[in-house]
């Protein structure tokens, strides 16, 4: 269907494309009456505006934008970005707002992609995930003045806003469980070690092994993928001191754990407790079903595009903490082996 224009308004309504112009943006210059009346015509018309004009004249750009340094397979097998991002679409396109989502190989390219999108007029604001311990983007976004908001705890000044969980409160719970079972050689097979929220983690998964007196923590740091999930497990099934439970940053390695442990003749649960860090549909597929850490996705998607569209408003930043992750307990996880 052929977009309206503002002419053919001005044509049906018997004034001037300027006269359309003021009462379509709500600007002086008409009598209310021509207001009423051209707003009338362009409703039959079914007259929308054009984002991309408005943009140009110095209005919004309508989007805002979200550029992942992740391997792109990466998002084919991890549900957890698109839950996420099924989680902002919901809030965003309430909001007649765009996303405008690019894949990176690195943080270098995400700073890049930052930098051409605001100069272009593209987004309104970022959503930053993946946030490393010292990371690039944020020096930039400030030097830029780009609403923007974190994905992950609160960091700085608080120019920037924050949508977050406690990350170290959900591992010392998963710790405190499987000592509960009986076990006393744990594991954990964690992230990529420059993301802050692996070493959130990974400082929780190691207090709260010392705080037990289990000895030195055993981390294995990989790159979130299946196979390096499944690289991890069997170099720490193949020790004469294997451990009995072993805790994974996300669903996807934890869902590789459980093909290495048959591979080697290991039994889940009997010799081997496995526990997720992420849950999703891939925990209820496989079987033994996997004990994971359990929250809402999609509402954390929600929440960060609020809080960022509440920037673009104008409003200040404000930092939302979601509900601490929860255990969801399943079969792959059960008493420590006698012995």
Same mark, same amino acid.
């Given at each position: ?6 002419g053919?308004?001005?044509e049906? $309504? ?8 003021y009462? =379509?943006?709500g600007r002086?210059?008409v ?7 051209i =707003?009338?015509?362009a ?6 505006? /054009?984002?991309?004009?408005?943009s140009?004249?110095? /209005?919004?750009?309508h989007?805002?934008g =979200?550029?992942?340094?992740? &391997?792109?397979?990466?998002l *084919?097998?991890?549900p957890?970005f698109m839950?996420f991002?099924s *989680?902002?679409?919901r ?5 007649r707002t765009?996303l405008l989502l690019?894949v990176? $190989?690195?943080?270098a !390219? ?9 100069a272009?007029?593209?987004v %309104?604001g970022? @959503?930053l995930?993946d ?5 690039a983007r944020l020096?930039?976004v400030a030097?830029?003045g780009v609403?923007?908001v974190?994905a *992950? ?5 608080g !120019? ?6 406690d990350?170290a409160?959900a591992?010392?719970?998963? +710790? %405190? ?8 050689r744990?594991?954990?097979v964690? *992230?990529? &070690?420059a993301?802050?929220?692996?070493q ?18 055993? @981390? ?6 299946p196979?390096?999930? !499944? ?5 720490l099934? /193949?020790r ?7 805790l994974?940053d996300n669903?996807v390695?934890a869902?590789a754990? #459980?093909n +290495? ?7 889940v649960p009997g010799e081997l407790?496995?526990?997720?860090g992420? %849950?999703?549909? #891939?925990?209820? #597929?496989?079987?033994?079903a ?6 809402d ?6 929440h960060?595009?609020?809080v960022?569209?509440?920037m @673009? %408003? ?13 255990l ?12």
């Amino acid at each position: 269907m052929k977009r309206v224009t503002i002419g053919e308004i001005a044509e049906r $309504a018997g004034v001037s494309t300027g006269a359309v112009s003021y009462a =379509l943006n709500g600007r002086p210059g008409v009598s209310e009456e021509t207001r009423r009346r051209i =707003l009338e015509i362009a409703d039959r018309l079914g007259w929308r505006p /054009s984002l991309a004009a408005r943009s140009l004249s110095g /209005s919004r750009a309508h989007s805002v934008g =979200l550029v992942l340094a992740r &391997p792109a397979d990466t998002l *084919g097998v991890e549900p957890f970005f698109m839950r996420f991002i099924s *989680g902002l679409e919901r809030e965003l396109s309430g909001q007649r707002t765009g996303l405008l989502l690019q894949v990176v $190989a690195d943080h270098a !390219a995400a700073v890049e992609a930052i930098r051409l999108w605001w100069a272009e007029r593209r987004v %309104d604001g970022l @959503v930053l995930t993946d946030l490393y311990a010292q990371d690039a983007r944020l020096p930039v976004v400030a030097e830029l003045g780009v609403p923007a908001v974190l994905a *992950g705890r609160p960091r700085g000044d608080g !120019a920037l806003g924050a949508v977050w969980a406690d990350d170290a409160a959900a591992v010392d719970s998963s +710790v %405190d469980y499987l000592v509960a079972l009986g076990h006393r050689r744990i594991a954990r097979v964690a *992230g990529l &070690p420059a993301l802050d929220h692996t070493q959130v983690r990974v400082a929780a998964f190691r207090a709260a092994v010392l705080r037990h007196g289990l000895g030195e923590p055993r @981390v294995v740091e990989t790159d979130y993928t299946p196979e390096e999930g !499944a690289r991890a497990t069997r170099a720490l099934l /193949s020790r004469p001191d294997r451990p009995t439970a072993i805790l994974y940053d996300n669903d996807v390695m934890a869902v590789a754990a #459980l093909n +290495v442990a048959q591979e080697m003749g290991v039994a889940v649960p009997g010799e081997l407790s496995v526990l997720a860090g992420d %849950d999703s549909q #891939l925990c209820v #597929l496989v079987r033994p079903a996997l004990t994971a850490l359990s929250w809402d996705i999609q509402a954390y998607g929600l929440h960060t595009a609020r809080v960022l569209l509440e920037m @673009v %408003d104008g409003r200040p930043a404000r930092s939302h903490q979601e509900r601490t992750p929860v255990l969801t307990v399943r079969g792959s996880t059960a008493a420590a082996p006698a012995g």
